[in-house]
């Protein structure tokens, strides 16, 4: 069992930065791809960021690319969503996932465990 906790949303002005944190507990965190999704009102779920179990390979979604990097330590079990330029329409709430492997993957189905969500609000 693996359980999340994200922290680190809130309001921002367009143009703005949040960093988002998960904390996850209950298992090897570094045997484990780590995922940021989000999910705007209305609308489906979908992937922005995933980063490898040891770090070595991320991949982004298109509309995230070069503002949002995605980072983890694994000595303090943790993965991190910096968000740079935000505009409105990153809003959504944003959760955090894990996957039961290394490897990094955009797929909601591939990711076994969630967290509860952050919500994040881009004012224009």
């Known amino acids: 069992q693996v359980h999340l906790v994200e922290s680190g949303g809130g309001l921002v002005q367009a143009g703005g930065s949040l960093s988002l944190s998960c904390a996850a507990s209950?298992?090897?965190?570094?045997?484990?791809?780590m995922g940021w999704f989000r999910q705007a009102p209305g609308k489906e779920r979908e992937f922005v960021a995933t980063?490898?179990?040891?770090?070595?390979?991320?991949i982004y979604a298109d509309s995230v690319k070069g503002r949002f990097t995605i980072s983890r330590d694994n000595a303090k079990n943790t993965v991190y969503l910096q968000m740079n330029s935000l505009k409105p329409e990153d809003t959504a709430v944003y959760y955090c996932?894990?996957?039961?492997?290394?490897?990094?993957?955009?797929?909601?189905?591939?990711?076994?465990?969630w967290g509860q969500g952050t919500q994040v609000t881009v004012s224009s």
């Open positions: 996932a894990c996957r039961l492997s290394v490897g990094a993957r955009i797929g909601i189905s591939e990711y076994d465990y």
């Open positions: 209950g298992r090897t965190f570094n045997n484990n791809a």
């Open positions: 980063i490898s179990g040891r770090g070595g390979s991320t």
